[in-house]
Antibody, heavy 122, light 110 residues
């Protein structure tokens, strides 16, 4: 059974930076696209970013484009999210999740981590 | 793509059935059979309950079922139990690498 464990969250001032990590185990990490999804306090889920298996292609929500960078280290089964120029509205629990595709179409997220809280405040 | 539309809340008594809707467009929900549903208890990670509109992952009780008609997908919980009280989210393929999310529905078991 696959497992995802996020880390790296914390309190950061507006304009600051933070790097989140997601450690994967129990499955062949390099075979799967991976995503970051966030949830602001008391709000719904919001997709943030996705990365392909090799790391060649990366996709971002408009709200984080140009500020966040997704990356992965397949040798160490790790996913990362570098967050720069943080704003108050980036305050959220950040989840990493495994993407499943079917016939080339995005299908669903089957594994989710427990999340890590990022608070942007002065 | 705009977010999918879900009712903010739904409720039912133990043993009853409740259905939660998820309305999109012909570019997402109506155009593909890639709608999934997730259950989230407070402070926990979302859990996959239904994928590809109607399929249940191993371990999900058959009290949970999914369907779709036109641009609206639905999640039905039959024989409501106290532990079903949670937030439920729908997500759909939207024609690119960025799936579109519903706003979530808070299910209350009365």
């Amino acid at each position: 059974q696959g497992q995802l464990v996020e880390s790296g969250g914390g309190l950061v001032k507006p304009g600051g930076s933070l790097r989140l990590s997601c450690a994967a185990s129990g499955f062949s990490f390099s075979d799967y696209y991976m995503s970051w999804i966030r949830q602001a306090p008391g709000k719904g889920l919001e997709w943030v970013s996705k990365i392909t298996t090799s790391g060649t292609n990366k996709y971002y929500a408009d709200s984080v484009e140009g500020r966040f960078t997704i990356s992965r280290d397949n040798a160490n089964n790790a996913l990362y999210l570098q967050m720069n120029s943080l704003r108050a509205e980036d305050t959220a629990v950040y989840f990493c999740a495994r993407d499943r595709y079917s016939g080339g179409y995005w299908d669903y997220f089957d594994y989710w981590g427990q999340g890590t809280l990022v608070t942007v405040s002065s | 793509h705009s977010a999918l539309t879900q009712p903010p809340s739904a409720s039912g008594s133990p043993g009853q059935s409740v259905t939660i809707s998820c309305t999109g467009t012909s570019s997402d929900v109506g155009g593909y059979n890639f709608v999934s549903w997730y259950q989230q208890h407070p402070g926990k990670a979302p859990k996959l309950m239904i994928y590809e509109v109607t399929k249940r992952p191993s371990g999900v009780p058959d009290r949970f079922s999914g369907s779709k008609s036109g641009n609206t997908a639905s999640l039905t919980v039959s024989g409501l139990q106290a532990e079903d009280e949670a937030d439920y989210y729908c997500i759909s393929y939207a024609g690119n690498h960025t799936p579109v999310f519903g706003g979530g529905t808070k299910l209350t078991v009365l």
